[in-house]
Each structure stands twice: as structure tokens, then as C-alpha cells.
């Protein structure tokens, strides 16, 4: 009797584990996926696992790769028999066909990554605003899910030369700093706030994403100083109007000696 339990276990670690088909899965960029994998039997535990991506004509393990560190989960710590593998803030370039395989066989995934399309891409949109206020300069990916992995601002200053551009976002240089932001950082809005502009502001801006680039020439007018105060009355008032200028204590002391 114990013999043939013996048996049962060692029949359940060996053939129990059997996989199959050809599975395709959908997801965005910033989204996440589960590739399901799993013994048919859940009882069942196999030996040995590795999760493969075909790359370059060659298939490589997902956790050994650069590309995939600290965004890969598996689940088989809890139910040894569930191989799924999680891939979560998914980029463009995990598009492509993945296996997971056990000691016997495979089970092929063919995985399709949706990227950002940017709104009005390839277009500039004019934007005018005086020096002193602040501007959004719109840039969007169509679906509003697909957050791109890297997005990029450009500017190129109106008074520099034509091969003079600077990144401003995600690397915020020279007299960008401190003073450009992602209005809305956990999206697919990749539009770009500048806060108290200056005439240097004024120039060409890129958003950029894989691929994909939408521009805004920004204007920025420098409001006229009212000078109406200063010529009519240059002088300043203490010399023209020497009454206004007694102050509180002088006025008490008038009326004491009054
Ligand atoms: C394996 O784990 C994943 C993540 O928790 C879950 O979505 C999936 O349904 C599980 N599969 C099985 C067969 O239990
Ligand atoms: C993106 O964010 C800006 C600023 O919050 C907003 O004005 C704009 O309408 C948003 N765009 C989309 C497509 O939601």
C-alpha cells in the first residue's frame, strides 16, 4: 500500500505537469499582463521552470534579461503549479513571442504591446502668452491608457541657432530647471506646464515618444509697463505736497500745542 502511494507522488512530480497551446495576450504600455501557465493538473509540481523571450533569433530567459528587472512576478511560491509569469510597466519593446517551459514541454505565447499614438502628431500648434504667466503646451497619446515608457520635451530658443536644441524634460537643463513639469505624470497625458515665462522662453518645443513627435512654437509677449505714473508726475511726492507727508505723532503733537 505504501509502495503504490510512493508511486502515485513520484508519477505526479514527473508526468503530472502538462501544458498547452498557443496563447495570445494584449496589453498597453504602462499596463501589466499575466501570461497564464499551468499544470493541467494543480496537484502537480514541476521540476524545473524557466520563462523564455525569442530576442534576436535566439530565445532568453526574461529574468536574466536588463530589460524585464524589478517588472516580473511569479505566483508559484503559494501554488506551485501555477507558472504564470506577471510582466507589469510594459514598455513597447515587450511586444513579442514568450514560452514558458517545464523540464517536458512549452507553452508559446505570442504577447502584443499597444504604444502610444500621439494626438495631432506630427503637427505644431501656435501658443501665445505674456511673460510672467504660465503655459500648458499640449502633447497626448490618443488612448489615454498606453503611458509611454520614456517621453521627452525638446526646445530649441527662438534666438539660437537651428542646431541648438536642449532636452527639458525628463532631464531639465540650463534655464529650464526647476521650472517644467508633466501636468499629469501617471498617464498618457504628456502635456508640459512652464511656470513664470520669460521672453527666453520663447522657441520651439518637441514632445517626443517612441517614434512619434508633436510640436508647439510658443510666443511669449512682454507686457507693456504703464507709463502714464511716470510722466505726468516725475517728481516725488514728499517735495510736491509737503503737507501729506506730517505723520501721525507730528499731527498728536499739533494738537497738544494747540
Ligand atoms: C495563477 O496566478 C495568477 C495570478 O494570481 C492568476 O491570475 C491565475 O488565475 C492563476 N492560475 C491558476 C490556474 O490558478
Ligand atoms: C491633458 O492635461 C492638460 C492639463 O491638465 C489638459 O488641459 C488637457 O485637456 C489634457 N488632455 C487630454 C487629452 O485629456
Known amino acids: 500500500m505504501e509502495c503504490l502511494y510512493l508511486l502515485l507522488v513520484v508519477f505526479h512530480f514527473t508526468a ?3 501544458l498547452s497551446g498557443e496563447i495570445v495576450v494584449r496589453g ?21 521552470v524557466t520563462w523564455q523571450v525569442y530576442r534576436g533569433k535566439e530565445w532568453t530567459e526574461v529574468f536574466s534579461a536588463d530589460q524585464y528587472r524589478d517588472r516580473l512576478q511569479q505566483f508559484n511560491d503559494d501554488s506551485p503549479a ?6 507589469s510597466d510594459l514598455r513597447e519593446e515587450d511586444d ?10 512549452s507553452r508559446f505565447f505570442r504577447l502584443f504591446i499597444k504604444g502610444c499614438d500621439l494626438m495631432k502628431s506630427g503637427e505644431t500648434e501656435e501658443v501665445t502668452r505674456f511673460s510672467g504667466e504660465s503655459v500648458v503646451l ?5 488612448d489615454l491608457q498606453t503611458k509611454p515608457h520614456t517621453v521627452k520635451w525638446k526646445f530649441r530658443s527662438a534666438k539660437s541657432g537651428i542646431y541648438n536644441i536642449e532636452e527639458i524634460y525628463s532631464t531639465q537643463t540650463g534655464q529650464h530647471r526647476d521650472k517644467v513639469r508633466l501636468t499629469n505624470k501617471y498617464s498618457g497625458n504628456l502635456s508640459l506646464l512652464i511656470s513664470d515665462l520669460t521672453e527666453e522662453d520663447q522657441g520651439d518645443y518637441s514632445c517626443s515618444v517612441q517614434g512619434d513627435h508633436k510640436d508647439v ?33 507730528e499731527r498728536i503733537m499739533m494738537c497738544v500745542a494747540h
Open 28 to 48: 498597453h504600455t504602462g499596463g501589466s499582463v499575466v501570461l497564464p501557465c499551468s499544470c493541467t493538473d494543480l496537484q502537480t509540481k514541476p521540476q524545473r
Open 82 to 87: 501555477n507558472l504564470s509569469l506577471l510582466i
Open 138 to 142: 499640449l502633447c497626448s497619446c490618443t
Open 16 to 18: 503530472g505537469c502538462s
Open 217 to 249: 512654437r510658443l510666443h511669449v509677449k512682454v507686457r507693456e509697463t504703464p507709463t502714464r505714473l511716470w510722466t505726468t508726475d516725475p517728481t516725488t511726492p514728499s517735495e510736491d505736497h509737503p503737507s501729506t507727508a506730517v505723520t501721525e505723532s
Open 96 to 105: 513579442g513571442d514568450y514560452r514558458c517551459q517545464t523540464e517536458k514541454e
